[in-house]
């Protein structure tokens, strides 16, 4: 009995290889190809070759204190942009992701060399497959390492770091902030000298006007031998008046004199006296008005250029209240990075999601192999 169970034993034994290689041949070619290789080239590397990726999360918000006070110099900058901490947020965004900060991060930390690292997988690490390490290289790879994302409702801005090592997500994602909050003290030290450069050349050009105005007065009073025709006219008519004054009361007593003593010796020096008077009434009413060289002549031209002087010394006041204003603003900080929550260093690697690309693989391959399936069965189909 022993020697026919041993019979059957060898004889079963080579039916049921044949049996599974037979199996295994009729398999459809397509399904190997588009679902079973995959699946299976999928389980090696996520199981075997994928590197762990570890993530260190930030976020930050680039705020501007509000103020109390809104005068026309700091009105004309908020019009220009300069206190919008919106705005300067897309510059951090930008700067973050520059080559300029990559260059930074590079010389401080050799983030070029992490990446390049022999530790990280062939296919995930810096020039592992197209052997390309130039620098434009190096930043497509560092923007893909770099996540920052802004939520609009908040202006809350989440910075997210991914690198092979939880000590390098963290270093990288410190670094970017630091350098992030050294951008926003350049805004702010070059926003200062912009507002009081301005203010600055604004106080010489309405210095330069002042100045300009005065003299020009000056050289017309020089010039028309006036100080100020309407106070002069007042004064003018003043004496006039007075002039009148006597003429009238001159008169009188001539009259009285011609009428009741006509031989008094006075009367001829009356006579003069009126005749004089009347010459003299003449004479400043003449400097008032009536003549090129009158008082009224000159008013019109004086009034001009007191105005320009005038203005011109009030331009100069606002001028200097504008250049006080700017350096008090000056004092204060108008953009800081607020750090809400710092940056965190991984405990564990959060990528790659291994479970979930193998079952994408899957997934992937069973859909080209029934698409492939129907168009072959379609082609055969239509050739017979």
Do not use: C
């Amino acid at each position: 009995m022993n020697s026919t169970a041993a019979s059957a034993s060898e004889t079963n034994g080579p039916r049921s290889d044949k049996t599974l290689i037979a199996r295994i041949k009729r398999i459809n070619k397509i399904f190997l190809l588009t679902v079973f290789v995959p699946t299976l080239l999928s389980v090696i590397y996520f199981g075997v070759i994928a590197s762990d990726v570890y993530i260190s999360e930030s976020r930050f918000v680039v705020r501007s204190p509000e103020r109390q006070t809104a005068s026309p110099l700091g009105m004309l900058f908020k019009g220009t942009g300069f206190s919008r901490a919106q705005d300067d947020t897309y510059s951090v965004q930008d700067f973050m992701l520059s080559r300029d900060a990559l260059r930074s991060l590079d010389h401080k930390l050799g983030i070029g060399n992490a990446f390049a690292s022999a530790d990280v997988d062939i296919f995930s690490r810096f020039a592992g497959l197209d052997w390309d390490d130039s620098f434009e290289a190096l930043h497509l790879y560092y923007k893909k390492k770099v996540e920052i994302v802004l939520d609009p409702a908040s202006s809350i801005t989440t910075l997210l770091v991914r690198s092979f090592t939880a000590e390098d997500a963290f270093q990288i994602n410190q670094q970017l902030l630091s350098m992030a909050e050294m951008l926003v003290n350049q805004l702010n030290e070059r926003g200062r000298q912009d507002m009081i450069r301005y203010a600055a050349g604004e106080v010489a050009i309405a210095e330069e006007k002042a100045k300009a105005a005065a003299l020009t007065l000056s050289a017309y009073r020089n010039k028309k031998s006036v100080i100020d025709p309407e106070l002069q006219s007042t004064i003018q008519l003043q004496q006039i008046a007075k002039l009148q004054d006597e003429l009238i009361a001159t008169q009188a007593q001539l009259s009285q004199l011609q009428t009741f003593a006509k031989n008094n010796p006075q009367i001829p020096s009356l006579q003069q006296l009126v005749k004089n008077l009347r010459q003299d009434i003449a004479a400043e009413t003449a400097r008032v008005a009536g003549g090129d060289r009158s008082l009224a002549n000159k008013a019109a031209e004086y009034q001009r250029l007191a105005l320009d002087r005038e203005f011109a010394d009030k331009q100069l006041g606002s001028a200097f209240a504008s250049l006080e204003q700017a350096r008090s603003e000056a004092q204060r900080q108008q953009l800081y990075l607020e750090r809400i929550v710092q940056p965190s260093k991984p405990d564990m690697a959060m990528e790659p999601r291994r479970i979930r690309g193998v079952l994408a693989t899957l997934t992937l391959g069973l859909i080209a192999w029934g698409i492939l399936s129907m168009l072959i069965a379609g082609v055969k189909e239509h050739q017979d």
